[in-house]
């Protein structure tokens, strides 16, 4: 066995996350990243240095679940979203759930969660749940807390602000009770092959399947279609696809957008 398979071994092993599932490629550039910051020369000296040193598993684990996200990204999404996914979703439902698959540090739910609430200003009988979930529980824990720097909010309108998020004066800002209230996060591993839930009624995981294997992002189109309602919603990132193994699976919504619907 070669020294790089041995250390995805330990990864596996420690850091719980399955690195055959990853472009090798990625594995290997995130690897080195800690390699230098280390101070290791090469695989076999990391993997001692792994070994015994505890303290970089969490350090690692950060490095191969790259956390970059902000409230609103892809602003052009989110019109679509404000202005038909959740308004045909409120007219067909009583209540709406919502699965942020990947949600890193939670500026995607807490989006979702803020068009929600203005939703509801107009349908006060409409109940929704965002269920996030991410693999890595140091990202997770920053979520719950929802105090963000100033530069996460770039895209978010004033009004907003003023409305859903409290100022400190250290300069972040920290998500108001009744928008952290819609959002349930969870610790989960989308390789586990088990949705958070069943009869969703849209997933969004965007940015995230770009750095899996081939095999990996068609065992998780298989995924989300089950974890979906009839003609819910699946929002991929603006760089993501469907293979053409799985492409039947969804019906194109906003190509644009990269929003489909699960097909029949």
Same mark, same amino acid.
């Given at each position: 066995m070669d020294a790089f398979t041995s250390?995805?071994?330990?990864?596996e092993r420690l850091v719980g996350i399955k690195c055959s599932s990853y472009k090798e490629d990625y594995i290997k550039r995130r690897i080195l990243s800690r390699m230098r910051l280390t101070g290791t020369a090469d695989y076999e000296a990391y993997h001692k240095y792994l070994l015994a040193n505890p303290q970089e598993i969490d350090p690692l684990r950060n490095a191969l679940t790259i956390n970059v996200t902000k409230f609103f990204r892809d602003p052009d999404v989110f019109e679509v979203m404000r $202005?038909?996914?959740?308004?045909?979703?409120?007219? $067909?439902?009583?209540?709406?759930?919502?699965?942020c698959a990947g949600c890193s540090t939670g500026e995607e739910p807490y989006s979702i +969660?803020?068009? +929600?609430?203005?939703?509801?200003?107009? $349908?006060?009988d409409l109940n929704v749940t965002i269920y996030a979930t991410d693999i890595d529980a140091v990202v997770l824990q920053k979520a719950m807390?929802?105090?963000y720097d100033r530069k996460t909010?770039?895209?978010?309108?004033?009004?907003?602000?003023?409305?859903?998020?409290?100022?400190?004066d250290d300069g972040t800002f920290e998500v108001r009770p009744?928008? $952290?209230?819609i959002v349930k996060f969870r610790q989960h591993d989308l390789m586990s092959g088990v949705p958070i839930a069943r009869y969703l009624d849209a997933v969004t995981c965007r940015n995230v399947t770009i750095y899996f294997t081939e095999k990996q992002k068609n065992e998780l189109a298989h995924l989300?279609?089950? +974890?979906?309602? +009839?003609?819910?919603y699946y929002i991929m990132g603006k760089t993501e696809y469907l293979a053409r193994e799985v492409e039947h699976l969804f019906a194109p919504y906003n190509v644009m957008q990269k929003i489909l619907r699960k097909a029949a």
């Open positions: 250390l995805q071994r330990s990864i $202005r038909e996914v959740l308004p045909d979703l409120a007219r $067909r439902r009583g209540s709406i759930r919502i699965w +969660a803020i068009l +929600a609430h203005e939703l509801t200003a107009l $349908r006060r807390t929802g105090v909010l770039e895209n978010v309108d004033e009004r907003l602000i003023r409305k859903h998020f409290t100022s400190h009744h928008i $952290r209230d989300f279609h089950s +974890a979906l309602a +009839a003609d819910g």
